[in-house]
Nanobody
Framework: QVQLVESGGGLVQAGGSLRVSCAAS????????IAWFRQAPGKEREFVARINRSGGTYYRDSVKDRFTISRDNAENTVYLQMNSLKPEDTAVYYCAATSTYYTLGTSQSQYDSWGQGTQVTVSS
């Protein structure tokens, strides 16, 4: 099973940018679809973005045109570039992996491996 470790979270002002990383070990990340989820205090965990093995991407509507998910197979890492951040983006961000193909891949139950999360805080 692949192990995932997130990093790059922090505190940023509204309108700013942040890039979080998801580093994989134990397996080659190119064999997996990787998704980012987030969980704000008192709220359920929600899907943010997904990149499949062929590089196809999918985003939740509220982050389209602001967030970009990408992968560097040589570094065995997936990134989430977040621009024009808003206070409502504040959450713990988790990456997750699955070796199964899903058309959308937006459900938590579709993912087998999870990282521990990284905190992103956007101040107003």
């Amino acid at each position: 099973q692949v192990q995932l470790v997130e990093s790059g979270g922090g505190l940023v002002q509204a309108g700013g940018s942040l890039r979080v990383s998801c580093a994989a070990s134990g397996r080659t990340i190119s064999n997996y679809a990787i998704a980012w989820f987030r969980q704000a205090p008192g709220k359920e965990r929600e899907f943010v973005a997904r990149i499949n093995r062929s590089g196809g991407t999918y985003y939740r509507d509220s982050v389209k045109d602001r967030f970009t998910i990408s992968r560097d197979n040589a570094e065995n890492t997936v990134y989430l570039q977040m621009n024009s951040l808003k206070p409502e983006d504040t959450a713990v961000y988790y990456c997750a992996a699955t070796s199964t193909y899903y058309t959308l891949g937006t459900s938590q139950s579709q993912y087998d491996s999870w990282g521990q999360g990284t905190q992103v805080t956007v101040s107003s």
